[in-house]
């Protein structure tokens, strides 16, 4: 069974230092994995996704992460924080075999200190 | 183009009362989904609909039905709530030809079941 693991449920950093948020999956075969982020009283929007094109992901707002099997890893990283991260963030795993339905992390939330 | 919308966006129940949350896409995919969000749980799967006229249980079906009514709209049924049901529920909505298979997001609705 696929399953995911966010390490630290909540996260506060200062405005311009790096974000790093993690997450470990377990999946016995290829993943897909998503970050999704959630502002305050909001849906969930798509941040970036691993479809084994390439083991580094750009994503929007500036937005990052990179796919490591070895460790199987998938941490999201941003260099400079910025006050309008602040949000939830949630991590996922699917294969497209089980119908196309994600696991999801427990969620970690991002402080921004001025 | 709204992408998936959901009604209502606050719903508070009294024990043992019926209520449905509709979900509505427009981006002409096949699957939807529906997810329940509980603090430091991240999303789970109540219940989902790979295509038009198929559903299947998720992770939490338990005290819940649905209807895939149509192509474009999939709802959500508590025929007796029950306070363990107080969460806030999002629907979503992807194409399973994509790879991988992206889901979008609603709003939510929060509910309080008291």
């Known amino acids: 069974a696929q399953s995911v693991t966010q390490l630290g449920s909540h996260v506060s950093v200062s405005e311009g230092a790096l974000v790093l948020l993690r997450c470990n999956y377990s999946s016995s075969v290829p993943p897909y994995l998503f970050w999704y982020v959630q502002y305050p009283n909001q849906g969930l929007q798509l941040l970036l996704k691993?479809?084994?094109?390439?083991?580094l992901v750009k994503g929007i707002n500036g937005f990052e992460a990179e796919f490591k099997k070895s460790e199987t890893s998938f941490h999201l990283t941003k260099p400079s924080a910025h006050m309008s991260d602040a949000a939830e963030y949630f991590c996922?795993?699917?294969?497209?075999?089980?119908?196309?339905?994600?696991?999801f992390g427990q969620g970690t939330e991002l402080s921004v200190k001025p | 183009n709204a992408g998936v919308t959901q009604t209502p966006k606050f719903q508070v129940l009294k024990t043992g009362q019926s209520m449905t949350l509709q979900c509505a896409q427009d981006?002409?995919?096949?699957?939807m989904y529906w997810y329940r969000q509980d603090p430091g749980m991240g999303l789970r799967l109540i219940y989902y609909?790979?295509?038009?006229?198929?559903?299947d249980k998720g992770e939490v079906p338990n005290g819940y039905n649905v209807s895939r009514l149509n192509k474009r709209e999939f709802s959500l049924r508590l025929e007796s709530a029950a306070p363990s049901q107080t969460s806030v529920y999002f629907c979503a909505s992807s194409e399973r030809s994509q790879e991988p298979n992206t889901q979008y997001f609603g709003p939510g609705t929060r509910l309080t079941v008291l």
């Open positions: 996922a795993v699917s294969d497209n075999n089980q119908g196309g339905k994600l696991i």
């Open positions: 981006m002409n995919h096949n699957s």
């Open positions: 609909s790979a295509s038009e006229g198929t559903t």
């Open positions: 691993y479809t084994s094109a390439a083991t």
